[in-house]
C-alpha cells in the first residue's frame, strides 16, 4: 500500500494546477456576481466543487498523482455532488449558507490558538446553514459573494506570488507583514460582489412592477 504514502501534492504537474486555478477562478466569478439570480445553478456548482474536489484529491492519492484518474474522479465526485444538491434545494441551500459561514469564521479564526475557536467555526457553520433557510435572498447573496470573491482572490494570489503562495496566506489570514492585503481584496470584491447582486435584484423588482 505504498500508494498511500508515497504520494505528494507537489507532485502534480504545474500546468494542471495552473489550468484548475484558473476554472476555480472562472466558478469564483459567477458566484460572486451573479449568486442569487441563478440560485440553483449555484447550489449544483457548489456540490460539484465539494465533492468533485474530494473525489479528485482521492483518486491523485490513490493513482499516485495520475492527471485521467484525477480529472476522472473529479467529473465522477462532482456531477453525484451536483445532483445531489440541485434536486435537494433545501439541502443545498443549507450546505451553501454553511460553507460561506464555515469560510468566514476560518479566515476571521485562523491565527488563533484558543480551544474554543474549531467550535466557534463548526457553530458558525451550522447557525449559517440555518439562518439561510429562513433568509433566503439576502443570505444567499452575501454567502455566494464571499465564497465566489475568496475564490477569486486566492486564485488571483497564486499567480501573482508564486512559490510564496502558501506563506504569504498564511501571513494574510494572521494579518502580519505585507500579506494583510490578500485578506482585504477579500472583503472588498466580496462587498462588491453583493452590491451588485443586490443592486440586480432590485432592477428585476422594478421591472416586475
Known sequence: MNIWTQFRPEDIPMDDIALGMLLFGAIGL?????????????????????????????????????????????????????????????????VLGLSAAVLIAYEMLAGSEEAWAPWAIVGSGIAGGLLILYLQRPIITLATAAIGSWLVTYVGAYFLLGDDFADELAASERMEGDAWWVMLAWIALALLGAAFQFLIGSKKKQAAK
Open 30 to 94: 459567477v458566484y460572486c456576481f451573479f449568486g442569487y439570480p441563478i440560485v440553483r445553478l449555484m447550489l449544483g456548482m457548489t456540490g460539484f466543487l465539494l465533492a468533485g474536489g474530494v473525489a479528485a484529491l482521492l483518486g491523485a492519492w490513490l493513482s499516485q498523482g495520475n492527471p485521467w484518474v484525477t480529472l476522472i474522479a473529479l467529473f465522477l465526485g462532482g456531477m453525484c455532488g451536483a445532483a445531489a444538491l440541485w434536486f435537494l434545494y433545501r439541502v443545498g441551500l443549507f
